[in-house]
């Protein structure tokens, strides 16, 4: 499979705009279901006293959820066209959930953002598109639902599709595509219906979608284990991000700042000349080293090596994040104690800039300066999001309460 083959999509939005029903409609409409699970969304439907077949049952697995009828954690529901096969990920509209949804949207090549029609863009809505954008995600499918409500009304769907592609284009989508659509009737979701509509279905929009951009950095190998080999030697193994890398590249040891060249690349079914990003590969070096977990190897442009730097993080704890704050990052494979230097700022999602503020609440996003204990072998998350990324961890109750990503992602 290529990279064109596979497309990771996102269901972002507010509560009770449809997400889950509308990835339900696309999974039953092109028959990816057996009849043993549309029994137990039939069942579950019974249940809760639902007429007809509740189709947001699909994805919502949990007991929990489907006893509230929300979707609480991220779904995960695979799928294939004779064109491309999906991976999509159904994220949870609650704002206390807001984590959860930030999860689902880190590896998307797309966001699928769902809008009620009648209701219009909600707070949580601007939250979840401004998520994914700083994440990284370019591409937004846009799903005004719930048409019916409003008699399939295209003044009332173009006044809210032009207010959504504006936000978009503000948050530095490059590409928006608006469809009108009844996600409970399947109206223009898999099929073009009859009507005023005349552009793709969701299905048409989806199958045609580009890929994820590469990285613009080089390439990058986190070192996460080191393997001493039979008869001496060691080789030193990771997820490779960035660029491809061959044998016989020279590449370079960071914080250290060695340089070295590849000598042999492994992979899971054996040697291999050369190696494109996403796979786990261990390399073999010409020249020894003292490399160990949480170092960098990197072929092309270096890494820049930093103890203290500016980024940008969305707050998930109760407790409030203010200047002075101590946490662990964790960085790729490097874990280290980190401080909260000062805070530049929170995000105001409805201007789309950055306000003053002393501190973050939950689900807020802002602007802060982190000092680390040790080195740190970063890019800008615009340019590898592998390497840009972190989370922030509690030392006490070891739980996250930041996703973080390095660079200001324009807000400052």
Known sequence: MTSTDLLRLATVGSVDDGKSTLIGRLLVDTRQLFDDQLDAVAEASERRGVGDLDLSFVTDGLRAEREQGITIDVAYRYASTPTRKFIIADCPGHVQ??????TGASTADLALAVVNVAQG????TRRHLTIAALLGVRHAIVAINKMDLVNWSEEAYTSLADEVAALCRDLGFDRVETIPISALSGENVADVSEGWYRGPSVLDALESAPSRESATTGARLPIQWVLRQPGGGRTYAGLLSGAPISVGDEVSLWPAGLSTRVRAINTPAGPVDSVHPGLSIDLDLEDETDAGRGDMLAFGPAPTVTRDFVATVCWFADTPLTPGARLRLKHTTRSTP???????GVVNLDELSLSLADRLGTNDIGVVRIQVADPLCVDDYRANRATGSFVLIDDVTH?????GMVGTSGFA
């Open 97 to 102: 959930y807001t984590r959860n949804m930030a």
């Open 399 to 403: 739980a996250t309460v930041a996703a």
């Open 121 to 124: 863009v909600k707070e949580q």
């Open 338 to 344: 980190a401080r909260v230097g000062s805070l530049e």
